[in-house]
């Protein structure tokens, strides 16, 4: 009797549980699926009430209405590439700044990790214009470089990838590909880098989320609209009194889509590098 009671118990706890998980997914994932259904919409009817909340037949007519709106495939074109090169460009610095912090004593090794770490505390708008006019100094504006270049060696990707790579790299390895006669390049590149594969998936798909959602850095460095990047092209859209709002939504749905695939794609290495991360030391 006692344990069928504490079987029932432990079948009613998982009830409530998994109500209350189901409670949080819908409150979560609601908005998204709302984003998705007013991507079919008639943009006359995207702000009816009572709202719709089925999808209708209207996508491809918002698609078209988008593409009159605004350059969305030089802007997709814009987002990808400064994602994409952001992301390489930090993964590929980063880890190498990383594989310096966790491998190597040198002299002033922890003041140096120590004001790293503080940068971080400081919010980045508080920057914006001593920034700005610096990449007017270098003829940087109106061009993808301040987007990616400034942030290839950024603290948080550098703090990221020596916490993760002070225990993924043994030193006794390192020491074992010296002696075979490897130099300290091909053990970060030959070494480090395939045994930090968990990390640097971790790192590069926020790098790839955040750059592509950059919007205050785009809004600065790339004002025109044919130039831009897609957050900003859609802002524009939306400050338009005449724009079509079913356009718009469908424009946010092709927004979104390559970041959930990005996240689909990679799921398996960000879930196996925050699983090493929680189980060091």
């Known amino acids: 009797m006692d344990q069928k009671s504490s079987s029932l118990g432990r079948f009613g706890s998982k009830t409530i549980l998994y109500l209350i998980l189901m409670v949080f997914v819908f409150i979560f994932g609601f908005p998204f699926y ?4 007013l991507s079919t919409v008639p943009g006359t009817e995207v702000y009816r009430n009572p709202p719709h909340i089925f999808f209708k037949s209207s996508f491809f007519t918002n698609i078209r209405a988008l ?33 310096a912090l966790a491998k190597y004593d040198f002299k002033w090794k922890k003041p140096i990790f120590v004001l790293m770490l503080s ?5 980045p708008f508080l920057n914006i214009i001593p920034f700005f006019k610096m990449m007017i100094f270098f003829q940087w504006y109106g061009t993808w470089l301040p987007l990616i270049v400034p942030g290839m060696a950024n603290a948080f990707g550098i703090i990221l990838m020596t916490q993760f790579m002070q225990s ?3 030193d006794a390895l390192m020491d074992a590909a ?18 930090s594969r968990s990390g640097i998936a971790v790192l590069g798909i926020m790098t790839f989320i955040n750059s592509w959602n950059n ?3 785009a809004l600065v460095m790339l004002p025109n609209i044919q130039s831009t990047t897609l957050p900003v092209a859609l802002s524009k859209l939306f400050m338009q009194m005449d724009g079509d709002r079913g356009g718009l939504m ?3 749905v092709l927004a979104v ?20 991360g929680s189980v060091k030391g």
């Open 34 to 37: 709302y984003m998705f259904v």
């Open 67 to 99: 593409f009159d709106d605004i350059p969305f495939a030089i802007n997709f074109f814009n987002s990808f590439g400064i994602a994409t090169l952001a992301t390489v460009t930090v993964i590929f610095f980063c880890t190498m700044g990383g594989f």
């Open 119 to 123: 940068t971080m505390a400081i919010p």
């Open 168 to 170: 993924s790299i043994p």
């Open 178 to 195: 010296r002696i075979d006669g490897l130099t300290e390049f091909g053990i970060l590149t030959r070494i480090a880098f395939p045994l």
């Open 215 to 217: 919007f205050l850095g």
């Open 250 to 252: 469908a424009g946010t």
């Open 257 to 276: 889509v390559p970041l959930i695939f990005v996240f689909i794609a990679f799921n398996k290495q960000i879930i196996s590098g925050l699983a090493a």
